[in-house]
């Protein structure tokens, strides 16, 4: 009613440049509290306005992928003087409250001139020193905070715009020399990589079952590219035999809660053609029936009871805006028993569902896995890094044969060398197919049986 020339940006913008912060330190943080708590008064009576990004008012990056050491850009604010006179104004900045806070800086002038019922554009650069950054697993990188101009003769009249980043640095590996293919009982297949990007890989390696293209009518964080499956480690007498699931998408999901990215994992534990169990991603504070949370949980479905449970006593091993997750099962969690137990069940079929968010489906081929036979053994030779950086570069993996006999019952495509760090998506996964030679050719009577989900 003040206003009524107003634009809802001008509105919004008036609204948010007076809001100051909230009491309690835990709502503080920015992307809690916004630009803060609004004040009537100051909102209605100020006569300069600071717009960020058009219709935004504050200033976000979102979510910057960084494979360069350095990174920097530009934004506009623009400040809007409404008054008959001309302003004065010093620019400072500074993070919020528990905002991460090193190797991301702003650079902006000092001071800046609005002329009477005129605007001036206030240049904010974003700098970012990459090599300081880390890719953490479970972590939400956020920066943010508040660029301030107050009135260098009215010290009183400040105008607050919030600003926020999420940067993502990345490392990138190019394939020097490869061999993929090998006899079974004497050769090995070998990838030598070269390592680019500002921080340190994070590699492990996994038998590929499912190969699947980029659907064009699947959002990208719900479109599997790759699947593997390997034997984990056995932990203790309480957990027993773990096997690990891992799960490459096209894109990243913004938190991989079942509302960006849904997986479906069908196991059919007794291998009669029909799914015994189906394990997915959720979070532990829906599972407990309280609010949703982002702690990340793999629950159990049982097929012929309806029974949800937990699949797994570990969180789902990922990150905030990835592609690329792992899921750490227990055997006796999922209907299969521990290698070693007289009679033990210990291989089954699995097919992987993924959803987007729309719900639309991307069903993978089915394959099989025994744990008590996985098919590949993997390391880097000596000499070589495990995980290459900026210090070290290059580094050579080696894949063999572990269990002949476990290779001809699961016949894995191939493997993927799983990069934590890399760009989220396709980035952090290499996939090459495998030919193993040497075995004998024989031929049995082949029967087909539909596997249904």
């Known amino acids: 009613q003040a206003h009524p020339d107003w634009t809802p940006e001008q509105v919004k913008a008036a609204m948010m440049n007076t809001a100051k912060d909230l009491v309690t330190a ?12 609004i004040q009537a008064y100051p909102a209605v009576v100020v006569d300069t306005l600071a717009i960020g990004d058009p219709n935004l008012v504050s200033v976000n990056w979102g979510v910057l992928p960084i494979e360069a050491n350095s990174y920097t850009t530009l934004k506009n604010i623009t400040l809007q003087n409404l008054s008959m006179a001309t302003k004065v104004y010093s620019a400072t900045w500074s993070f919020g409250a528990g905002s991460r806070t090193v190797g991301v800086s702003l650079s902006l002038p000092a001071t800046v001139t609005v002329p009477a019922m005129g605007t001036a554009a206030v240049p904010v650069t974003l700098n970012i020193n990459a090599t300081l950054l880390s890719s953490i697993m479970q972590t939400l990188e956020e920066y943010y905070g508040y660029v301030v101009f107050t009135n260098t003769v009215v010290p009183t009249e400040t105008l607050r715009v919030p600003f926020y980043l999420s940067p993502r640095p990345y490392t990138r590996l190019t394939e020097l020399a490869s061999q993929t293919t ?39 964080a719900g479109d599997v590219r790759l699947v593997g499956v390997d034997y984990g480690w056995y932990d203790g007498p309480t957990y027993g035999d773990i096997f690990v699931v ?43 029936g309280t609010s949703d949370n982002d702690t990340w949980v793999v629950v159990r479905v049982d097929l012929s009871t309806g029974q949800l449970s937990l699949a797994s006593p570990y969180t789902i091993y990922t990150d905030y805006n990835a592609g690329y997750m792992e ?91 799983v990069d934590d760090n890399g760009r989220p998506g396709r980035g952090q996964a290499y996939y090459w ?21």
């Open 26 to 37: 835990a709502s503080r943080h920015t992307p809690r509290q916004g630009a803060g708590r």
């Open 182 to 220: 090998f006899d079974y009982a004497t050769g090995f297949a070998y990838f030598d990589l070269y390592h680019s990007g500002p921080i340190s890989s994070s590699l492990s390696v996994y038998p590929v079952f499912a190969v699947d293209g980029n659907e064009t009518g699947v959002a990208d």
């Open 246 to 288: 891992a799960i490459n998408t096209w894109g990243a999901w913004h938190t991989p809660q079942p509302y960006f990215a849904e997986f479906d994992l069908y196991l059919d534990v007794n291998e009669d053609g029909t799914a015994d169990f189906v394990d997915f991603n959720w979070n532990s504070g829906r599972l407990t």
């Open 327 to 417: 899921w750490w099962l227990p055997a006796t969690y999922n209907g299969l028993t521990n290698i070693g137990v007289p009679g033990a069940n210990t291989d089954f079929n699995f097919q992987l569902v993924g959803f987007d968010y729309w719900g639309e489906a991307d069903v993978t081929e089915a394959g099989r896995f025994d744990i008590a036979r996985p098919p590949f053994d993997w390391g880097w030779l000596t000499g070589y890094p495990q995980n290459p950086g900026p210090y070290s570069r290059e580094t050579v993996y080696a894949v063999v044969v572990s269990d002949p006999d476990g290779y001809l019952y699961s016949r894995p495509k191939g493997v993927m060398i």
């Open 433 to 453: 197919p495998l030919k193993v030679t040497g075995y004998p050719q024989v031929f049995l009577p082949l029967v087909l049986r539909n596997f249904r989900p």
